[in-house]
């Protein structure tokens, strides 16, 4: 079960905050921590997706973002945790696994993301649980790239 464990939390990261996780996956596949060669690890490419997890950050606080529960943000969110979960599964682990654990952390981490933050994001309340979702997003992603096993390049 081990082998799932960080499959499942970049689920949870991407159901959070999607940028985030995709910027979790560049920077671990350029330390060598990623399953075969699926995830871009240039600096270019680590750049842009930080980048892009720090202006998500930024508009999520805004009035007129999105609920992550809408069809294509929540298919997304899905997406990603998949693709995160196969790249990060262990080296004993089955990467089609991964991937469902990677989908079903994505599926926790954005349904409870939702339900801890509350509905209104424009109030100082809602925007300090947004606030806290993303130092929880960004340490979690930090833990799981550090944690993640080398994978053996073939």
């Known amino acids: 079960m081990q082998d799932y464990t960080t499959s499942f939390g970049i689920g949870f990261v991407a159901g959070m905050r999607s940028m985030t996780a995709c910027a979790a996956l560049t920077w671990a596949a350029s330390a060598g921590r990623t399953r075969g060669g699926l995830i871009p690890s240039s600096p270019e490419t680590r750049t842009l997706a930080t980048a892009a997890a720090l202006a998500e950050m930024a508009g999520d606080k805004m009035p007129f973002a999105p609920d992550r529960r809408i069809p294509p943000s929540f298919a997304a969110r899905l997406a990603i945790g998949a693709v995160g979960g196969w790249a990060l599964a262990g080296r004993r682990a089955s990467p ?33 649980w947004g606030l806290a979702e993303d130092v929880a997003a960004v340490c979690l992603a930090a833990a799981l790239v550090s944690s993640a096993e080398p994978q053996r390049q073939l």
Not at 105 to 125: C, K, Q, Y
Request: proline share 3%.
């Open 96 to 128: 089609d696994h991964g991937a469902l654990a990677g989908v079903a952390g994505a599926l926790a981490g954005t349904l409870l993301g939702r339900a801890v933050r509350g509905p209104d994001s424009r109030t100082a309340s809602g925007r300090a």
